[in-house]
């Protein structure tokens, strides 16, 4: 068959389904909250409505059932749930906090936002995730803190990383905003650091539109993450606490639609996380002999998210670039990304040193006596997976069925099939 690219018919000629996860459930939960009158109950002051509304405690107490976890503290995104845990953690001018160049942007602003510098540890090539070595080379007198990404929906070497954060007397946060659901090693995703971050952005596996939660099983950090969502500055007083490190308060604050909305979704977790893996394994098993198509590594003892499926390209064997591979895929109606994030010390903020104020602050601060590179080719690791191997797509999801994959993988073979002609 002629590729569709050169003209040919496309394997593909509608859009693959939607991911939908709002249902009568969600739309009841809301009618039950605006038919009360009470869209946020939440006051910055030091009473019983600091903790927010009847719904915003309910999904607090069902997350942290869930997760099996003594805390969960609700914001208004992962974004801010971030955010909170580096002020929880302490971190601040002079401090350095190890991320993931390969994320969000947010996993790696948190700490500029209090004013420590991030360091930057490169992944590994099979799972995505900042390696338990390259922490290592990172951390010196003014490391602080450590955030591990689970990245497309995979965990880290959660345990390891545990063990270098107890030995260098470091908090450890864990993003878990792609993989809840996951399981490493019989726990789960977000509940394996001192604190786990969640996210319930509308384009994650479960959502509210917007939302996060936080989760912990240490006191201090809890009420911390709480003082730092809900003004904490006002409230700190009243409450007694004296500790005031990091208690200058935001609006952090999640409404009780979302609460509400949150809620319905959490109990369709499981049942929305398990079509994503088996359309993954689905691709998986039909992908893996094509030369130079590496499907995503599972590690033992692991359930994987999937958040996207993201698979690595090797050039050197299929004979021609990434880009051109994955144009074909596109044009045989398959949606196909080139790499995913570019590494974030490669951002505008970092290359120029600019935070806070006009003279470059936390970079340029006085009390900052550490030395920080942000010059391309610092994680290389990340930069081949980037510019040259990592590819991915978003079609593994509740609602697509086996006619849908195959279509993927017809696509594939199409392409491999005439691969001499792309390389004419």
Not at 126 to 151: E, G, H, M, W
Not at 248 to 270: D, H, P, S, V, W
Not at 401 to 412: G, H, K, M, Q
């Amino acid at each position: 068959m002629k590729l569709a690219i050169r003209g040919g018919a496309p394997i593909r000629k509608k859009p693959f389904p939607p991911y939908k996860t709002i249902g009568k459930e969600e739309k009841r939960a809301v009618m039950e909250v605006l038919d009360s009158g009470v869209l946020s109950n939440y006051l910055g002051t030091w009473s019983e409505e600091f903790y927010g509304g009847p719904r915003v405690r309910k999904l607090e107490r069902e997350w942290a059932d869930y997760f099996g976890v003594k805390h969960a503290v609700s914001v208004n995104s992962a974004t801010s749930g971030l955010y909170a845990a580096v002020g929880a953690a302490g971190a601040g001018p002079g401090d350095e906090v190890i991320v993931s160049p390969y994320s969000m942007s947010a996993s790696a602003t948190g700490a500029l936002v209090y004013g420590a510098i991030p360091v930057f540890a490169d992944i590994g090539d099979d799972i995505f995730c900042i390696t338990p070595q390259s922490i290592r080379n990172c951390i010196t007198p003014y490391t602080k803190a450590i955030i591990v990404v689970d990245l497309f929906g995979h965990p880290a070497d959660m345990d390891e990383i545990m063990e270098i954060a107890t030995t260098h007397h470091l908090l450890v946060i864990e993003d878990a905003a792609q993989a809840p659901g996951a399981l490493y090693r019989g726990r789960f995703a977000g509940t394996l650091a001192h604190m786990g971050v969640f996210s319930l952005n509308y384009h994650k596996t479960i959502h509210c539109g917007e939302g996060g939660v936080v989760v912990t099983n240490d006191d201090r950090l809890a009420e911390r993450l709480q003082l730092i969502r809900n003004h904490g500055e006002v409230v700190v007083k009243d409450k007694g606490t004296e500790d005031l490190v990091n208690l200058i308060g935001f609006n952090y604050r999640m409404t009780e639609i979302e609460a509400a909305i949150g809620r319905e979704q959490l109990r369709k977790l499981e049942r929305l996380l398990v079509p994503r893996i088996e359309a993954a394994d689905y691709l998986s098993e039909r992908l893996r002999s094509l030369p130079g198509i590496i499907p995503p590594v599972v590690r033992p003892d692991v359930r994987h998210g999937y958040y996207v499926y993201a698979l690595r390209y090797d050039t050197d064997r299929i004979g021609i670039p990434r880009g051109q591979f994955v144009s074909a895929l596109k044009a045989e109606g398959i949606p196909m990304v080139e790499g995913y994030v570019e590494p974030i010390y490669l951002e505008p903020a970092y290359q120029w040193r600019v935070g806070f104020g006009r003279d470059g602050f936390p970079f340029t601060f006085p009390s900052y006596r550490g030395q920080v590179n942000y010059d391309r080719g610092l994680c290389q690791v990340t930069e081949r997976m980037h510019y040259r191997e990592l590819m991915y797509t978003n079609v593994c999801h509740a609602g697509v069925e086996e006619c849908d994959l195959r279509d993927v993988v017809d696509a594939f073979i199409k392409v491999f099939e005439n691969i001499d002609e792309l390389k004419g």
